[in-house]
C-alpha cells in the first residue's frame, strides 16, 4: 500500500504541495488527476523518493520511501521526462537494469522487445519520443516491480501501443497483484482502467474516491415543468444549472435516491439522469468551466 499522510513542500516562496494525502491500496489501479501545475509531478517525485518533503510522511509497505534502496528494488517508474545514458543502445541497457532489480525477467524482455518491434542496437538517445517512452516501458515490467508509477506513459503513443501497454499493467495487475499509480491527463483512458481516482488542485487533495463510488454520487440531469415551482432544487447540492430553452441541465453531487426524490416531489414532465464521464466529474468538481479548466489537456 502507497500511503501519502500531511505532505508539504515549498519551493522558495511557492507551496508545491498542501496537507496532500494519498491511499493507494494494494493490487488496485490508481488514477492521479489534475490541472496543469496542480503538483502530480511533485507528489510523484516525492513517492519515488526523488525528493523529501518538507513535512509529512510517505510510506510504502510501511517504510519510508526517501533513501530506501529496499522499496525502489520493488518499483518501477516511468517519468514523462525520459533519461536514457546517451550512448547506450537498449540491450546495454536491460544489462544496467539487470544489475539494479533483483527480478529481473529476461524472458519477458526479450519477448517485449519483439512484440513492441524494439531495436536492441540503435542508441536509445535516437529513438524517437514514442520509441523511447516503448523501451523505457519494456524495461520496467521486465524488472517485475511489485509497485509501478507512471507519469503521463501513454503520451506519444499510437492507439495500437496503448493497447497493448494497458494490457501488460492490466494483467499484472490481475496475476501479481502489482500496484499502479498513474497521473495521465487522458481522463477517459483513466476512466476505463482504474479503480479509484485522487483530484488534486493548487498541492491539495479535493476527492479521493473509488471511480464507481464517484459516479454514484455525482449526476447529470435533464428537468423541464409545466408550470415550474419556486427554487425546485433549494434542497439539492448543484455544482453547475444551465437552462437549454425549458429544460433545465444540472450537475447534482449527491446520492442517487436523494436525487430523484426531490425532482419527482416537484412534479416534473420529463426527469432525465444521464451518465457522467470522469471528465465531467473532473471538470464540475474543480468549479466547471469558469475556473480553472482553461488550463487542462484532454
Same mark, same amino acid.
Given at each position: 500500500?502507497? *500511503?501519502?499522510?500531511?505532505?508539504?513542500? #515549498?519551493?522558495?516562496?511557492?507551496?508545491?504541495?498542501?496537507?496532500?494525502?494519498?491511499?493507494? #491500496?494494494?493490487?488496485?489501479?490508481?488514477?492521479?488527476?489534475?490541472?496543469?501545475?496542480?503538483?502530480?509531478?511533485?507528489? +510523484?517525485?516525492?513517492?519515488?523518493?526523488?525528493? &523529501?518533503?518538507?513535512?509529512?510522511?510517505?510510506?510504502?509497505?510501511?517504510?519510508?520511501?526517501?533513501?530506501?534502496?529496499?522499496? *525502489?528494488?520493488?518499483?518501477?517508474?516511468?517519468?514523462?521526462?525520459?533519461?536514457?545514458?546517451?550512448?547506450?543502445?537498449?540491450?546495454?541497457?536491460?544489462?544496467?537494469?539487470?544489475?539494479?532489480?533483483?527480478?529481473?525477467?529476461?524472458?519477458?524482455?526479450?519477448?517485449?522487445?519483439?512484440?513492441?518491434?524494439?531495436? =536492441?542496437?540503435? @542508441?536509445?538517445?535516437?529513438?524517437? @519520443?514514442?520509441?523511447?517512452?516503448?523501451?523505457?516501458?519494456?524495461?520496467?515490467?521486465?524488472?517485475?516491480?511489485?509497485?509501478?508509477?507512471?507519469? =503521463?506513459?501513454?503520451?506519444?503513443?499510437?492507439?495500437?501501443?496503448? *493497447?497493448?501497454?494497458?494490457?501488460?499493467?492490466?494483467?499484472?495487475?490481475?496475476?501479481?497483484?502489482?500496484?499502479?499509480?498513474?497521473?495521465?491527463?487522458?481522463? *477517459?483512458?483513466?476512466?476505463?482502467?482504474?479503480?479509484?481516482?485522487?483530484?488534486?488542485?493548487?498541492?491539495?487533495?479535493?476527492?479521493? &474516491?473509488? !471511480?464507481?463510488?464517484?459516479?454514484?454520487?455525482?449526476?447529470? +440531469?435533464?428537468?423541464?415543468?409545466? #408550470?415550474?415551482?419556486?427554487?425546485?432544487?433549494?434542497?439539492?447540492?448543484? !455544482?453547475?444549472? =444551465?437552462? &437549454?430553452?425549458?429544460?433545465?441541465?444540472?450537475?447534482? @453531487?449527491?446520492? &442517487?435516491?436523494?436525487?430523484?426524490?426531490?425532482?419527482?416531489?416537484?412534479?416534473?414532465?420529463?426527469?432525465?439522469?444521464?451518465?457522467?464521464?470522469?471528465?465531467?466529474?473532473?471538470?464540475?468538481?474543480?468549479?466547471?468551466?469558469?475556473?480553472?479548466?482553461?488550463?487542462?489537456?484532454?
Amino acid at each position: 500500500m502507497i *500511503k501519502v499522510i500531511d505532505v508539504n513542500k #515549498n519551493f522558495d516562496q511557492f507551496k508545491a504541495l498542501n496537507d496532500l494525502n494519498i491511499n493507494v #491500496n494494494k493490487g488496485s489501479i490508481y488514477g492521479l488527476v489534475g490541472t496543469n501545475g496542480a503538483g502530480k509531478t511533485t507528489i +510523484i517525485k516525492h513517492i519515488t523518493g526523488i525528493i &523529501r518533503p518538507d513535512s509529512g510522511q510517505i510510506t510504502i509497505d510501511g517504510e519510508d520511501v526517501f533513501d530506501n534502496k529496499n522499496i *525502489k528494488q520493488k518499483m518501477g517508474f516511468i517519468p514523462d521526462d525520459l533519461f536514457f545514458f546517451s550512448t547506450y543502445n537498449l540491450k546495454e541497457m536491460s544489462k544496467f537494469y539487470k544489475s539494479l532489480y533483483p527480478h529481473w525477467n529476461e524472458e519477458r524482455y526479450n519477448h517485449m522487445v519483439t512484440q513492441f518491434g524494439l531495436s =536492441e542496437r540503435n @542508441k536509445l538517445a535516437k529513438f524517437s @519520443k514514442g520509441m523511447q517512452k516503448q523501451a523505457a516501458f519494456v524495461l520496467t515490467m521486465a524488472s517485475m516491480p511489485e509497485y509501478l508509477i507512471l507519469d =503521463e506513459p501513454i503520451d506519444g503513443l499510437d492507439p495500437i501501443v496503448r *493497447k497493448l501497454v494497458w494490457k501488460y499493467i492490466v494483467e499484472d495487475v490481475a496475476e501479481r497483484e502489482m500496484t499502479v499509480l498513474v497521473s495521465s491527463h487522458n481522463l *477517459k483512458e483513466l476512466e476505463g482502467i482504474c479503480d479509484s481516482i485522487g483530484i488534486i488542485s493548487k498541492g491539495h487533495m479535493v476527492m479521493e &474516491r473509488d !471511480l464507481d463510488e464517484l459516479k454514484s454520487d455525482v449526476h447529470k +440531469i435533464q428537468i423541464a415543468y409545466k #408550470n415550474k415551482p419556486k427554487n425546485p432544487y433549494k434542497h439539492l447540492n448543484i !455544482l453547475h444549472q =444551465e437552462s &437549454r430553452g425549458t429544460v433545465d441541465l444540472l450537475i447534482v @453531487k449527491d446520492k &442517487r435516491q436523494l436525487v430523484e426524490q426531490v425532482i419527482l416531489e416537484s412534479n416534473p414532465v420529463l426527469f432525465d439522469i444521464l451518465p457522467l464521464s470522469l471528465e465531467e466529474i473532473f471538470i464540475y468538481e474543480l468549479g466547471g468551466a469558469d475556473n480553472e479548466i482553461q488550463n487542462i489537456i484532454f
